[in-house]
């Protein structure tokens, strides 16, 4: 194992490249090739993509890692060279949040959930906030990132707190317990989601869950269980009292789609991933797709990508939200990158599955409908 003992930002430039997408789906048996068909949006870029600001993890709340600024080009881009490097002190446990931009301002977070304000063009620091969690929390240390929004940075901690600080000062504005870490072991890895008046956040712990805090107050709006419980729908998947242990926990970030007021989450593995036998069933809604009313927590639709999860495939990482054309009428679409090697392509109102696509010719453990091969639950 390599460890990093030094932990520092730089300010690196790069180009951003379109995003690749079949222009149908290929036929039963048959692997779309990389490359081919590349996508093109006819929707405007949305809010975030345009100018120098980058105010959300994907960029905008669409997802898109997309910038159309032009100054980095292919005939200038060997001449790129660090500006201004800046160390976060938290030397054992790295970085692993994506920096938001917003007018000039740098914020970010380590590992430990200590947020830095930074002038993005001299690396000077405006102000830092450094959490400290009770003696004998012993979660990892695993913030990837914060929330800029309301006049507020938010960032989540290791032992299950939202904390909301002041965007100019870093002086805490509210602080709540999403769980109590003593006895459930919650704990908030991923990055909070501003929509509207409230701040979304996913957490760990024997049940996921996807929790709304009003960003004025800190109150909590609504929250809804990535395992359904006693009575909910869904619940009939798991085997016996599994479903209270069988965590799908929800451990980055989800995207946003303002047209049509849904918010998508992903939902992680069941548990224990590798030791199935007491947990017979699809096992919802772990490794799942889920739209949610961002106003109500209410599930709209969810699509399963990997029922009865044994592989810790998961299905967190952000969704690609983009319009298109397909087979003759624009379609409102979902890109998920499914990090065991495929590619899912949904209608985002109504979950309805269009394709799957392989990063590599030789994956196929899905099969055209998009289920698993082989899978006996």
């Avoid at 002190?89 to 914020?107: A, F, N, Q, R």
């Avoid at 870490?181 to 989601?193: A, F, K």
């Amino acid at each position: 194992m390599v460890v990093t003992h030094r932990a520092h930002i730089l300010l690196l430039l790069f180009l951003a490249v379109p995003t690749l997408l079949p222009a149908q789906r290929p036929n039963a048996g048959t692997a779309a090739n990389p490359g081919r068909n590349q996508a093109r949006t006819t929707a405007p870029l949305p809010r975030g993509a345009t100018g120098a600001d980058w105010p959300g993890y994907g960029g905008t709340p669409l997802a898109w890692r997309y910038s159309a600024l032009g100054q980095i080009n292919s005939t200038n881009v060997k001449k790129l060279a660090p500006v201004w490097s800046f160390e976060t002190g938290d030397y054992l446990d790295g970085l692993l949040s994506t920096p938001i931009v917003v007018d000039g301002i740098v914020y970010l977070s380590s590992a430990s959930s200590y947020v830095f304000a930074l002038n993005g063009t001299t690396g000077d620091l405006i102000w830092q906030y450094k959490y400290e969690p009770p003696v004998g929390v012993t979660a990892a240390k695993k913030s990837r990132g914060v929330a800029v929004g309301d006049g507020k940075v938010f960032v989540g901690t290791r032992d299950d707190y939202l904390i909301a600080l002041d965007q100019k000062t870093g002086k805490e504005v509210w602080k709540v317990a999403n769980g109590d870490w003593t006895t459930c072991r919650c704990g908030i890895n991923g990055i909070p989601l501003i929509i509207k008046d409230k701040v979304l956040v996913g957490a760990t712990g024997p049940r996921g869950n996807v929790t709304a805090y009003n960003t004025k107050t800190g109150h909590r709006e609504w929250r809804f269980y990535t395992i359904p419980g006693e009575g909910e729908q869904g619940k009939e998947t798991w085997d016996e009292d599994s479903w209270k242990y069988g965590e799908a926990n929800v451990w980055t970030t989800g995207s946003y789609d303002p047209e049509l007021n849904l918010t998508y989450w992903g939902a992680g593995d069941p548990r224990p991933v590798f030791f199935n036998s007491n947990r017979k069933g699809n096992n919802l809604y772990s490794a799942s797709i889920l739209a949610l009313d961002p106003d109500s927590g209410k599930l709209r639709w969810h699509y399963q990508e990997v029922p009865h999860d044994t592989w810790d495939w998961d299905t967190d990482y952000e969704f690609n939200l983009i319009d298109r054309e397909v087979r003759g009428r624009m379609r409102k679409l979902m890109v998920h990158l499914q990090k065991a090697g495929f590619g899912f392509v949904l209608d985002r109102e109504t979950g309805e599955l269009l394709g799957t696509y392989p990063f590599a010719e030789h994956i196929n453990w899905v099969q055209r409908n998009g289920r698993p091969c082989n899978v006996h639950v």
